[in-house]
């Protein structure tokens, strides 16, 4: 199975801050995953690099075999990674309906209604499709989000905290979405996530990153007893 | 919806009721501090026509409006003088620009435009909106202006000029005609710069004159450049080492300028509010008692206060306000004005005026003391201008 | 045969007029971030303070104490009215700016009437310096704006006020969190900005003199010289832009028409912000 | 439901913006019958400033981008009308078809460099208005001192246009009232493009993109191009108003391309209202119908009550007029 996601030697400092060290990384298609790490540890600045927000001062990142290092974030999004951010990022004086309708992106599908309702079902926003999307609350604007990203016929999503500010009972149903949009949409997922309870619910692979590289990667149970990564998160890290 | 409250035209005109005269004058943006001596002098001269019995009996209506220093705006409001309150002539408009976009509202309207700003004169060729038999030209050329002096300045002060102009065409055509008149007496040019209007900064230029071996700096900066410059050439102590002689700043700029960047400039034209005849010295008491004795008269006012008294006179002569009675009465026509005795001219419809040379004296301290201002030169009493270049007869329309 | 001394000489007299007219904005639309198209109308209102002082019989040094102590409370009156409601809005800063302006100077017109107003120069013969005869105000002007620099360098990057300036540009939620007064930081600062705009006015109105347009000359260039030389950079951004802008100008002019050579400066300033939109001496 | 019921009910219930334009449209239309000659040119003209107003208003109201240069496009589309009389580019065809071809053609063609050259950077929208800005004053210098081509300081002359057919007819428009159709024409024109524009899949992008730019990038849309695109619409239709207003003013000079009809077009669509498509067209023509009468009344401190009015307006009365009823009274479509 080829790697939907590469990165080798990834490289970025900010005046002096290492912000990524020879970070090597790589997904295999139709997975879900989860990046893990400490405040600061890089993740954000990861998605930052591979979404094509920040050019890396060197080292190559391959989209399902093709290099786009340098390449401007339309053009790595229309190949097919799509992000949702950290703070919810939605059109809110729109209404759900466009806001889903906008994230069909340029060449909207021919079944653009069946495809709405369908999202709409998956997201449970069908009775809220006319209402103004400023006017929802934070964990549905996550999920509209998410639903937004999905509209946009991605092949890798990446979810930057997803239920950040989530109530547990909630973080738990974004859980189940996330596997259930796995299967049903084939697509592959990437969720940077400090919840570990959400991360132990979707039972993916873990990586966990420190100080801009990879410490350690695996299935949850053994990252939770790495010592390495407990005294990363408890300790002086 | 936003429907225009429009109303239908204005009624009047015709031989009954008061003869109506349109000024259109900038009243703000730029060229403002022209725009006051430029509306006073016509107020005045309708207010002396009024006062001995109006046009045919008729009593003259003055309708003032403000043209912004824009040409769009010119075009705007002479329609409106013309179309709606149904003027019988239109005085004013300032810069050249600003007469080309009243051009052809008067000609479309067949209305005659009195014209009073020194300009570059009338050439089909070369600049648009002359040459056209419903316009008279009662500024000054630089064939009045400028070339009756070249003798006298070349004698007095040397033969090699510094030519600075703002970059538009009055200065390029001005400087064009002084330059004929240098080589005819063997004079040169040794520099000839022409800056963007609205430059501050004469820092450079001034470099190069001190650096040149020129006799006379010969300025058609205009507006306020024409001040900062004169300024600056004060603080690099040029006026020690070179005569400036400027054919644009009259009273205002040098007001402008100031007493200490202004010593020992030279200016011509044909009007000075210091000229001590009996009819400027009556001419200036009513400006100062009328608009307050800090009011001035400068050029392009005492030729808007002849534009309105020689039209009264063509029309009190030929015995009515229509379009080619009042050409008709106004080409050839003479009349004493504040500067002397002037002449229109009949073919091109340009006036004949007395040319005066003057210095700016050193005892001159008050900016507000138009009189001591300017010391008169030397003065000629009446310069016939070069012929304009257009087809004649004029007809009507550019 | 061109003259070194001249163009030398020229260059540095066109960068510090401009260092001195763009400084105010340096600080309220380099530092603070507030798109000030008042700047112009701000000048303008120190040249006419510059007129009404002289003329009053007072030196022009006088002036350039009066000046700015004016024009930084005609700033507190656009701070407080209008600008401190604005500053998560810019473009509406932009826009109430660019309307204070209209307003500025049309009062002046009000007070002062329409016609230019002469100030009178302090220096009357010029100083010969490596065989070129220079006008001593110029001089005097190229000290002023190396003074200038120093001073709100100095003010800004030592001083207790200016470090809590700085601070509370950079993130005024923190700053405010730790106790300082933004709003009065905000305020005083915009007021220094005003301030400077206003000497700027004074000090240039000896050789420019005083009209309702004055300082209109100078607003493009002075966001230019703030913009291409570096926002947040205080002294290398207002002193790189100043030189960018000004002097190149007066350089160029040695060698084409001054038309050319002010719309090729432009142009090129314009490449530089797209090549370098932080500017030559900001960014990370 | 006979025909009359039907548009009655479709009127009833149509959208704010329609209900304006029908109705400001029929208003259009009939007003030259109660209108003299000069009012109908003052109609024509502030039709023509309304025309660049809504160029702004597409620009500023729904991608964001607020230029100050519009009158520098209005000004090219002044100068290309005049060159068409005065060079004759394609013989044998009325210049002025030739010049309203060319105008909106030249300007969109400046404008697509332009927009390559700074959308396709991170540019911050605020240094846009400077550089907009300066490219209004450059072109005013450029345009002064040019003389040979731009005829300099002292402007150019053009006849009226004249609508012909080849062969068939020929009839100059000197008539004010015939030319306000054309201009009435050209305004409501332009609006229909526009509103086509912004109710269209493109025109839902160009909100997204006004409301959050990177989230619409990181949908797969080149925003650059988008924001170019609209900026070549705005040019061409300024260009379209420029083109017009010489031949109906029948004299070009460098003060339409420059720097005050530039800053005096965003007072325009601020005060008119800056997200609404008709607020930029009212501002249009409130402003200049207010500004002819109020200069006649307080020649020169009319400016200082526009600086006060834009000033209130900027502040409190952030929407603008029709952005103040829209909210007011169900508008319906931002339009």
């Not at chain 1, 290492?18 to 993740?43: F, R, S, W």
Request: proline share 3%.
């Amino acid at each position: 199975m080829s790697a939907i996601l590469r990165t080798v030697d990834l490289v970025k400092e900010f005046d002096g801050v290492v912000a990524t060290d020879h970070l090597n990384y790589e997904m295999p298609e139709g997975e879900i995953q989860c990046i893990i790490g400490p405040n600061g540890a890089g993740k954000t600045t990861f998605f930052n690099l591979i979404t094509g927000v920040l050019t890396p001062d060197s080292g190559q990142i391959y989209f399902d075999g093709d290099d786009v290092t340098g390449e401007d974030i339309h053009e790595i999004a229309q190949r097919g990674m799509v992000r949702k951010y950290q703070t919810p990022s939605v059109y809110d004086e729109m209404s759900v309906r466009r806001n889903i309708h906008i994230a069909f992106g340029e060449d909207k599908p021919a079944d653009a209604e069946a495809r709405l309702t369908e999202i709409l079902d998956l997201i449970e926003l069908r009775d809220r499709v006319d209402e103004q999307a400023g006017t929802l609350d934070h964990g549905t604007k996550q999920w509209l989000e998410i639903g937004m990203v999905l509209a946009n016929g991605p092949r890798l999503v990446l979810l930057d905290e997803p239920t950040a500010g989530m109530t547990t009972d909630e973080t738990m149903r974004t859980a189940d979405l996330i596997t259930s949009i796995n299967e049903q949409e084939e697509t592959s997922i990437i969720a940077i996530e400090h919840d570990i309870e959400f991360v132990r619910r979707l039972s993916s692979p873990v990586t966990v990153l420190h100080q801009g590289s990879v410490l350690a990667q695996g299935p949850v149970e053994e990252i939770e007893e790495n010592e390495e990564v407990q005294n990363v998160y408890l300790g002086s890290g | 919806m936003t429907a225009l409250t429009g109303c239908l035209g204005g009624g009047g005109g015709g031989s009954s009721g008061p003869v109506r005269v349109g000024v259109l004058s900038p009243l703000s943006g730029a060229w403002t501090v022209y725009g006051e001596a430029h509306r006073r002098g016509f107020e005045l001269a309708m207010q002396e026509v009024n006062d001995n019995g109006g046009i045919n009996g008729r009593d003259v209506e003055v309708i003032v409006e403000d043209t912004q220093t824009d040409p769009s705006t010119v075009t705007e409001k002479a329609q409106k003088v013309i179309r709606q309150d149904n003027v019988d002539v239109v005085a004013g408009t300032f810069s050249s620009a600003s007469r080309n976009a009243a051009a052809p509202v008067v000609t479309q309207e067949d209305k005659v435009l009195l014209y009073p700003t020194f300009y570059e004169g009338q050439d089909q060729e070369n600049f648009p909106g002359t040459c056209n038999d419903l316009l008279f030209m009662f500024g000054i050329v630089p064939s009045q202006q400028a070339a009756p002096w070249m003798d006298y300045m070349t004698s007095e002060h040397g033969s090699n000029f510094y030519m600075v102009g703002s970059d538009y065409v009055w200065p390029r055509f001005t400087n064009q005609r002084v330059k004929q008149s240098l080589e005819e007496l063997g004079g040169n040019v040794v520099g000839e710069e022409y800056i963007p209007l609205g430059t501050s900064d004469f820092g450079s230029v001034l470099s190069r004159i001190s650096n040149s071996d020129a006799d006379i700096v010969f300025g058609t900066l205009t507006g306020t450049d024409t001040i900062a410059f004169a300024k600056q050439f004060y603080s690099r102590g040029l006026n020690e080492e070179f005569t400036y002689w400027t054919v644009d700043d009259e009273e205002f700029a040098t007001q402008g300028k100031g007493p200490q960047a202004a010593r020992g400039t030279y200016v011509s034209f044909d009007y000075f509010q210091t000229i001590d005849t009996d009819l400027n010295n009556q001419f200036v008491d009513k400006v100062k008692s009328q608009y307050g004795e800090d009011a001035g008269m400068d050029t392009v006012g005492a030729a808007m206060y002849n534009a309105g008294h020689m039209f009264a006179n063509a029309a009190n002569e030929v015995g009515s306000v229509n379009t080619d009675d009042i050409i008709s009465g106004l080409e050839g026509q003479s009349f004493t004005g504040p500067q002397g005795e002037v002449t229109m001219r009949e073919q091109d419809h340009q006036m004949v005026l007395p040319s005066y040379l003057v210095q700016v004296p050193d005892d001159w301290s008050d900016t507000n003391d138009f009189e001591g201002m300017f010391e008169i030169v030397d003065q000629k009493e009446s310069v016939t201008p070069a012929t304009a270049n257009c087809d004649f007869p004029l007809g009507k329309g550019n | 045969m061109i003259d070194f001394a001249s163009i030398i000489s020229q260059t540095l007299f066109a960068t510090s007029i401009l260092i001195v007219a763009a400084l105010g904005l340096a600080i309220i639309f380099g530092m603070m971030g507030v798109i000030n198209l008042a700047h112009g109308a701000l000048i303008t209102v120190g040249a006419y303070v510059a007129y009404a002082v002289t003329n009053a019989g007072l030196s022009i040094w006088a002036a350039f104490l009066v000046a700015p102590v004016v024009v930084a409370l005609v700033g507190l009156v656009m701070e407080r009215t209008v600008i401190n409601r604005l500053y998560d809005r810019p473009v509406d800063t932009l826009l109430a700016t660019w309307g204070f302006a209209l307003v500025i100077q049309e009062l002046i017109k009000v007070i002062f009437g329409t016609s230019a107003q002469s100030v009178p120069n302090p220096y009357s013969a010029p100083v010969e310096i490596m065989g070129a005869n220079l006008p001593q105000y110029r001089i005097f002007l190229t000290a002023l704006a190396a003074g200038l620099l120093v001073v709100t360098y100095v003010t800004f990057k030592y001083t207790d006020f200016g470090v809590k300036s700085r601070a509370v540009i950079q993130n005024d939620e923190m700053a405010g969190l730790l106790g300082t007064d933004v709003r009065s930081i905000y305020m005083w600062t915009f007021m220094i900005g005003a301030g400077l705009a206003g000497l700027a006015g004074a000090a240039v109105a000896p050789i420019v003199g005083a009209d309702p347009r004055t300082g209109l000359g100078y607003l493009v260039q002075s966001f230019f010289v703030v913009i291409v030389g570096g926002t947040g950079q205080l002294l290398a951004g207002t002193l790189g832009g100043s030189g960018l802008i000004g002097g190149s100008a007066a350089a160029l002019s040695f060698v084409s028409s001054q038309t050319f050579a002010q719309t090729v400066v432009f142009a090129l300033a314009i490449v530089v912000i797209r090549l370098k939109p932080e500017g030559l001496f900001g960014g990370t | 439901m006979s025909y009359i019921d039907r548009t009655k009910v479709a009127f009833g219930d149509a959208s704010g913006s329609t209900k304006v334009i029908l109705t400001g449209a029929v208003i259009g239309f009939l007003l030259p019958a109660v209108l003299s000659p000069y009012f109908a040119f003052l109609a024509a003209q502030y039709y023509l400033f309304a025309l660049l107003a809504l160029s702004l208003g597409l620009l500023w109201g729904y991608v964001g981008i607020l230029s100050f240069g519009q009158a520098a496009f209005f000004g090219l589309g002044a100068y290309i009308m005049a060159w068409s009389f005065q060079y004759m580019f394609v013989p044998g065809i009325n210049p002025a078809y030739v010049a309203l071809v060319l105008a909106p053609l030249v300007n969109g063609a400046i404008a697509g460099v332009l927009g390559l050259f700074l959308f396709y950077s991170d540019v911050k929208d605020v240094y846009f208005v400077i550089i907009t800005l300066a490219l209004s004053v450059i072109l005013e210098q450029l345009a002064v001192s040019v003389t040979s081509i731009f005829g300099g300081f002292n402007g150019i002359y053009l006849p009226r246009m004249a609508v012909s057919i080849p062969g068939v007819f020929n009839y100059q428009l000197s008539n004010d009232r015939l030319f306000y159709y054309v201009t009435l024409l050209a305004l409501v024109g332009g609006y229909l493009v526009c509103r086509r524009i912004v109710r269209s899949d493109f025109g839902e992008t160009l909100l997204a993109i006004k409301e959050n730019e990177a989230r619409t990038k990181s949908l797969g849309y080149n925003t650059a191009r988008y924001k170019t695109l609209v900026f070549m619409v705005a040019g061409a239709l300024a260009g379209v108003a420029g083109a017009l207003y010489a031949t109906l003013a029948q004299f070009v000079s460098p003060p339409v391309t420059g720097f005050v009809l530039s800053t005096e077009v965003v007072i325009w669509v601020a005060v008119g209202g800056r997200g609404l498509l008709l607020g930029a067209i009212t501002g249009g023509i409130l402003i200049n119908a207010a500004s002819t009468v109020l200069s006649s009344l307080v020649a020169d401190r009319y400016i200082l009550i526009l600086g006060l009015i834009f000033i209130a307006v900027v502040v409190a009365f952030r929407k603008g007029v029709v952005g103040y009823v829209a909210d007011r009274y169900d508008w319906g479509e931002k339009l």
